[in-house]
């Protein structure tokens, strides 16, 4: 009964974010932070079908667009990487509206990261940013005209990968995970005012990279959930407060870290973690209880040395979950039990980009800019399309009103369906 009240909840969460503004895909991963994208997504394209339009994208980013009321707002960094961009982008033409520049430096991080690699959010009067100049991370709040409302410093930030940690909002409120090697925490702001309403320390091993979901709706004991390296929590998104929390058991040797988004599927929480060679593993959190529950929480757990993603996050289907992950393998396993039912072959590439979940189609796009989309069922890989945008992409693409935006290394991409 208590997980088919949560995942009640959820659903009934993501349907309020999805009705103040029912086109909107307003933050990483859309509603809720989901996957899931309207009916009427174009899943196959041509540039000469299919694309309403294209615009070359100044510098360097691997963020994600988001898009509200018609307007794609967009992080990049300069060339040089002295610079950090917001973009705003009329989303029926293409035509920038304005940008606001603020100043970064060029720092070390991984080959697959970038100076702009945190995914915009808004509550739809509003975007926030998480910037990282090269040395710290702050948030940023503007309007929809490209004022600046708010700034706050978060932290010194300290890994070897860089950063890319993207916020959420939630009933008038706005959450970062901010997380690195040596520091670790929660923050939640007012979202109109910029006003620190708490700051909630985590344990502290290796920078990840999650970003928080909901569970339940305003008013009715809804919760925040945040996956990370060390624990699994769930937070009171008013106080703060932890309501409980699981403590993660990777493998002995290297910790692995999270980057993919946690999911809820089979009315628990999934959560993924990696590390290079390191291998990885899963595990499924039962989402219950008041304090530690780690002893008694543990749906199921999976080690594998590479099958499951590192980077890429996981969609929920049913009673079932889908993915593609960092080698170009997509797979299927059973949300009850972890059991994974297939695993095959997808791209011949890597890949960096979430897949995104279109009625019972998994649109994916691996790193050289190949895109296929594929039946989400247990009974094996089922290709429904292939398409090619002719450059790399490490962005999540996302999906608003019928259209489907990709973000590639050097343009954003706007598609239609045939007769659109």
Known sequence: MILRRLTAGFFATSLLFASATAADWARFRGSNGSGVAESGTPLQFTLKENLAWKLKIPGVGHGSPIVVKDKIFLQTSTPDET??????????????????????????????????????????????????????ISLMAFDFTGKELWSKPINKFSGQHGAGHSPMVFDGMVYLNFDDDVSAKLVAFDAKTGEQKWSQPRKIERASYTTPFVLGAPGEGASLILGTTTTVDSYDPKTGKVIWSYAVKWTAGKPLRAIGQPILAGGNIVTYFGEGGSGRYMVAVKAEGKGDMSAKNTAWELREKDKTPYVPSMLAKDSHIYWVNDTGFAGCQDAKTGKIVWYERLFSKGVSASPMLVGDTIFAIAEDGTAKAFKASPSGLEEASASQLGEGVYASPAA???????????????????GS
């Open 400 to 418: 608003s009103d019928g259209k489907l935006y990709i973000r590639g290394m050097e343009h954003l991409f706007c598609f239609v369906g045939k």
């Open 83 to 136: 610079g950090r961009l917001l973009l705003c982008i009329d989303a029926k033409t293409g035509k920038e509206l304005w940008s606001k520049q603020v100043a970064g430096q060029k720092q070390k991080m991984h080959k697959k990261n970038s100076g702009a690699s945190s995914t915009p959010a808004s509550d739809g009067e509003r975007v926030f940013v998480s910037v990282w100049d090269g040395t710290a």
